[in-house]
């Protein structure tokens, strides 16, 4: 069966440290991959998706980077945080093409104090 | 501006009566989901309506989606305390990335 897995749960981070959060798929090859962050509690901004490796594209404008060194591993990135990276972060993955269906990380906090 | 638009952004009901949280894409879409989320903790899936008319139910909680696929509604039946929490409804509108775009949520709080 196919299983996501997404690390740290928590985090809080000073203004200007850098930022990894990662994520990794099982169980399945060739997934799309996707990064969220939610603010305030309320909808999710789609971040960064992946089609392959090597694969990013961004939906906003924004301090944050994303990467795919392997067909099953997401990583979201900052080199110097800002207060307002603040929020909650959901990976995602689906299968390609077709109807499909979405599957989501359990998510991390992350607090720039 | 947001292709996504869901309303009301929350609502307060007593328990045991019913609502309906609306969900409005500004174009055709080509899957809408709808999931539940206790807040800071991750999604529950409770459905997905593609054909255009669709409608779904899973306990108390029935979906539709209308025939020009643009617009969807999520209704709880008798509600109850466990159904609170933020609705999400997300759509498809098709391409090789299948991005899945959220609308703005709405927070339900269920009063005993």
């Known amino acids: 069966s196919q299983t996501i897995h997404q690390w740290p749960a928590t985090l809080v981070q000073p203004v200007g440290s850098p930022l990894s959060l990662e994520c990794t798929v099982e169980?399945?090859?060739?997934?799309?991959l996707y990064w969220y962050r939610q603010a305030a509690g309320r909808g999710l901004q789609l971040l960064f998706y992946s089609v392959g490796i090597g694969q990013i594209s961004s939906e906003v404008p924004q301090n944050l980077s994303a990467s795919r060194p392997q067909d099953r591993q997401f990583i979201l990135s900052s080199k110097k945080l800002l207060l307002s990276d603040s929020g909650f972060y959901l990976c995602a993955w689906s299968r390609t093409g077709g109807s499909v269906g979405y599957t989501f990380g359990s998510g991390t906090r992350l607090t720039v104090v | 501006s947001q292709e996504l638009e869901q309303s009301p952004q929350s609502l307060i009901v007593q328990e045991g009566k019913n609502l309906t949280i609306n969900c409005t894409s500004s174009?055709?879409?080509?899957?809408l989901y709808w999931y539940k989320q206790k807040y800071g903790e991750g999604l529950i899936f409770l459905m997905m309506?593609?054909?255009?008319?669709e409608e779904k139910s899973h306990e108390k909680i029935t979906a539709k989606l209308d025939e020009k696929k643009q617009q969807s509604s999520l209704h709880i039946t008798a509600s109850q305390p466990s159904h609170a929490g933020i609705y999400l409804c997300?759509?498809?509108?098709?391409?090789?990335?299948?991005?899945?775009?959220f609308g703005t949520g709405t927070l339900l709080a269920v009063q005993p």
């Open positions: 169980g399945t090859s060739n997934p799309n």
């Open positions: 309506l593609q054909k255009g008319g």
């Open positions: 997300g759509a498809v509108y098709g391409g090789a990335t299948n991005k899945l775009i």
């Open positions: 174009k055709t879409l080509y899957g």
